[in-house]
């Protein structure tokens, strides 16, 4: 007597399929519990994918990627689906799933389709004509969509579902067509959120902020996704009037540079324990903003924050292995920074007609050289005294062409913002603040702080202006 086979039924439906035709999941699942038993095989369970499309990625289908775990398990012998069309509609990721059955002796039957099969040299024929001939029907649907929804894009219509939508929008129906409108429910919670957000220049600061002003509504997830999409202006997909904004472009341009700045550190120690100066400092050797971090002290509770060159620290790719106190850097910002912004601001001031930009193309074409070097000298293709050499030779040929000019206007400079930063008594209300606060203040007046090469001090300020 053979063996019983253990059988994990598989069953797809786009959220169009079943609208227009009735190709509902039940029905497939009663379908195929039927051929099961009638079989004699062991059901172990179903897998479904309700709404996905066969030419979704692997990872978008979660059913499929559970069914493959209990394949590399052992616990599958065959898989059954109605029609191949149900499986997949791609060639590339049907192989690749394919590899995976074959590794663990599981195969597939297509329940209404018995000439699809790889037993047979005509099923293999049937099964890869079938399969392009899938991949270029849906191709050609989805470039037909393409070409549509960007047609209403231009024409500022909704072409999401409100699930799909950003925090803070919804659809609604203008004059018969479908727009995109602020949710009155969210909108001031939204506003909220950016107003907070650019004053403290923190997400996990600003979602803390909101859930303890309004409940558990908000997640890092949502913060994320805020922080990055155009909608928030105003724009998708080249329509800069696609739907209502809720900052400028300047706002969301600001944005984008707060979150390059910042350095991604240990949320314990951020939460408890926040740097003052995370994504300030600049390695002067190769450009990378130093990472925090922090040692134990010999007293109970008391810890030493500085910051160190990754590049160095990590990979060894670059040369800078001074540290930053941030004691030391503190003190002196406090006793000094005052003098170096009005000498700076009298230089500016000076040349506020004028900026000067580098030759872009000569840069570009050693920094390339110097990516290759460094990909070289990872994959050890190269010695550790090469390397150093190289290393030196390039970032000097850049230091050079920097020096080479090109003269272009600039826009004057306003001093408006540190001037009240830096006014009255302003030593006194920095030190009472808390150390998140401090950060908040250093973050709001300058944009980077360069260190000399030589040691771990602070070579020139960059003031946000």
């Not at 479904?48 to 012998?77: F, M, P, Q, S, W």
């Not at 069309?85 to 394919?98: A, G, I, L």
């Amino acid at each position: 007597m053979s063996k019983v086979e253990r059988c994990a039924i598989y069953i797809r439906v786009s959220s169009a399929e079943q609208v227009m035709h009735g190709k509902s999941l039940d029905a497939q699942l009663r379908f195929l519990t039927e051929y099961a038993e009638n079989k004699g095989w062991k059901l172990i369970g179903h897998f479904a994918d309700e709404g996905k499309t066969a030419r979704k990625e692997l990872k978008r289908r979660k059913a499929i990627k559970e069914l493959l775990e209990c394949v590399k398990r052992d616990e599958v012998d065959v898989i059954l689906f109605w029609k191949m069309d149900r499986w997949f509609r791609n060639v590339s990721d049907f192989y690749k799933v394919q590899d995976i059955l074959d590794a663990h002796n599981c195969y597939w039957v297509a329940a209404a389709e018995p000439s699809m099969n790889l037993e047979t040299r005509e099923g293999r024929l049937n099964v890869n004509i079938m399969l392009s001939i899938n991949q270029n029907e849906t191709d050609t649907t989805s470039e037909r969509i393409k070409f549509v929804n960007e047609a209403s894009v231009r024409q500022g219509k909704a072409i999401f579902g409100d699930s799909s939508l950003p925090f803070g929008y919804m659809v609604q129906i203008i004059d018969g067509v479908k727009r995109i409108v602020k949710d009155p429910q969210k909108e001031h919670l939204v506003e909220e959120i950016f107003e907070h957000y650019l004053a403290y220049q923190s997400k996990t600061g600003t979602v803390k902020y909101i859930n303890e002003k309004y409940g558990e509504i908000f997640t890092i997830n949502t913060m994320l996704k805020m922080c990055k999409h155009t909608f928030y202006y105003g724009s998708y997909r080249g329509n800069d009037d696609y739907c209502p904004a809720y900052i400028t472009r300047e706002q969301y341009d600001q944005m984008q540079d707060i979150n390059q700045r910042n350095i991604k550190i240990k949320q314990s120690q951020q939460k408890q324990d926040p740097y003052l100066f995370t994504g300030l400092f600049v390695c002067p050797i190769c450009g990378r903003r130093l990472a925090s971090a922090r040692k134990r002290g010999k007293a109970a509770g008391v810890y030493y924050r500085y910051y160190r060159c990754a590049n160095h620290y990590s990979n060894r790719l670059c040369s800078y292995s001074k540290v930053i106190n941030e004691n030391v850097a503190e003190s002196f910002l406090l006793n000094n920074i005052m003098a170096i912004y009005e000498n700076k601001k009298i230089v500016l001031e000076q040349v506020s007609e004028k900026k000067v930009l580098p030759k872009k193309t000569d840069i570009d074409k050693h920094r390339k050289e110097l990516d290759r070097l460094n990909n070289m000298y990872q994959k050890g293709r190269i010695s550790e005294e090469k390397y150093d050499s190289e290393y030196l030779r390039i970032t000097s040929i850049i230091k050079e062409s920097e020096k080479e000019m090109t003269y272009i206007p600039a826009a004057k400079k306003s001093f408006e913002k540190i001037d009240k930063a830096l006014s009255g008594n302003w030593i006194e209300i920095y030190q009472a603040l808390d150390r998140e606060n401090k950060r908040t203040f250093w973050r709001s007046i300058i944009e980077s702080m360069e260190c000399n090469t030589e040691s771990g001090t602070i070579k020139s300020i960059n003031f946000l202006l």
